[in-house]
């Protein structure tokens, strides 16, 4: 089992089709052992597809990471469309991009950056983007909604 930084959070990376049956108990197991679930990009999943799976995850520990290119349709209407559900809700405690290469990179995630301002505000920007990722490389606490 390998922590983020050594820490206590796992980076969690469900199916994009399908879906994990009891993902909440799943989460909340890893939480008991001392583990706090970081679920990566999860408006990319099926899973959260259904309503109130994002939140009940959330609600027993997890940790969801926006993938902010989803907020400019890089990943599709559905993708978008659940990263600005889920944003509004307060469900998001961290942002990253899915950056497998620097292709592209100049245009799309200066956009994203701009439309995660523009929808959580310069304080969200901040939290998603440099206040809880540099939280969680120091073994803090996260800075929640």
């Not at 108990?25 to 008991?32: A, H, I, N, S, V």
């Not at 349709?73 to 809700?89: N, V």
């Not at 920007?125 to 990722?133: G, H, I, V």
Request: glycine share 12%.
């Amino acid at each position: 089992r390998r922590t983020i930084h050594g820490g206590r959070h796992v980076l969690v990376e469900l199916p994009y089709v399908g879906s994990v049956p009891n993902l909440p108990d799943l989460c909340f197991k890893l939480k008991l052992k001392g583990h706090t679930p970081v679920i990566a990009h999860p408006e990319r999943c099926a899973q959260f597809e259904t309503k109130g799976q994002a939140q009940a995850a959330a609600r027993v520990g997890a940790v969801l990471q926006l993938d902010i290119g989803a907020l400019i349709g890089r990943y599709g209407k559905t993708a978008r469309r659940l990263s600005l559900e889920f944003l509004e809700e307060g469900l998001y405690a961290i942002g990253a991009t899915d950056l497998h290469s620097p292709v592209g990179a100049l245009d799309w995630v200066g956009r994203s950056l701009t439309e995660l301002s523009r929808e959580a505000g310069k304080e969200g920007l901040l939290r998603l983007m440099q206040t809880n990722p540099q939280a969680i490389l120091a073994g803090e606490e996260l800075e929640l909604p």
